[in-house]
């Protein structure tokens, strides 16, 4: 990839921190509506979307200082064992703006380097290199994005049979 490339990846990825701007606008019960009993509410969806874009602004950063490092992951104990149903949405989304703008801020000053030799590793043995780790972080968003619009339309049409409803 080019420095172009790479520079319009990064705009793309500073611009999905506002994908969940709209959240902040909801009324607590569409925040915490689960549509089934093993689904995440829209705010453990974002609390989830802030650990993963802190974790991923420390994991890349060692992919740059010491490639081939391996960095910790987490799984789903997390949304229980942090409570994030009972997070603050809005400390959530303005996190996820700050990482964003500050990794941004980084990756611009080193859009011309070769991001192909920065690597992180995990555990088991898999891991990204730079170009692959923002990719993973954009279509991130977008897994959840998805998630968050199904809620909001199951929670619309549970209001519509006289369940949940706004």
């Given at each position: 990839?080019?420095?172009?490339?790479?520079?319009?990846?990064?705009?793309e990825?500073?611009?999905?921190?506002?994908?969940?701007?709209?959240?902040?606008?909801?009324?607590?019960?569409?925040?915490?509506?689960?549509?089934?009993?093993?689904?995440?509410?829209?705010?453990?969806?974002?609390?989830?979307?802030?650990?993963?874009?802190?974790?991923?602004?420390?994991?890349?950063?060692?992919?740059?200082?010491?490639?081939?490092?391996?960095?910790?992951s987490?799984?789903?104990?997390?949304?229980?064992?942090?409570?994030?149903?009972?997070g603050?949405?809005?400390?959530?989304?303005?996190a996820?703006?700050?990482?964003?703008?500050?990794?941004?801020?980084?990756?611009?000053?080193?859009?011309?380097?070769?991001?192909?030799?920065?690597?992180?590793?995990?555990?088991?043995?898999?891991?990204?290199?730079?170009?692959?780790?923002?990719?993973?972080?954009?279509?991130?968003?977008?897994?959840?994005?998805?998630?968050?619009?199904?809620?909001?339309r199951?929670?619309?049409?549970?209001?519509?049979?006289?369940?949940?409803?706004?």
């Open positions: 990839m080019t420095a172009a490339d790479n520079l319009s990846r990064i705009e990825f500073v611009a999905l921190g506002a994908a969940f701007d709209d959240t902040l606008l909801l009324p607590e019960e569409v925040v915490l509506y689960r549509p089934f009993a093993d689904a995440w509410s829209i705010v453990e969806q974002v609390m989830h979307c802030a650990d993963f874009d802190i974790a991923n602004f420390h994991r890349y950063r060692w992919g740059i200082v010491s490639p081939g490092t391996t960095v910790l987490f799984d789903s104990l997390w949304t229980a064992r942090l409570d994030y149903q009972h603050d949405l809005a400390l959530a989304v303005g996820i703006k700050a990482v964003r703008t500050l990794m941004a801020d980084h990756l611009r000053r080193i859009a011309a380097d070769d991001w192909g030799r920065y690597r992180y590793l995990f555990p088991d043995g898999s891991g990204f290199t730079l170009h692959e780790g923002l990719d993973h972080f954009i279509r991130h968003v977008a897994f959840h994005r998805e998630l968050i619009d199904r809620n909001l199951l929670f619309d049409e549970a209001a519509r049979k006289g369940g949940p409803g706004r």
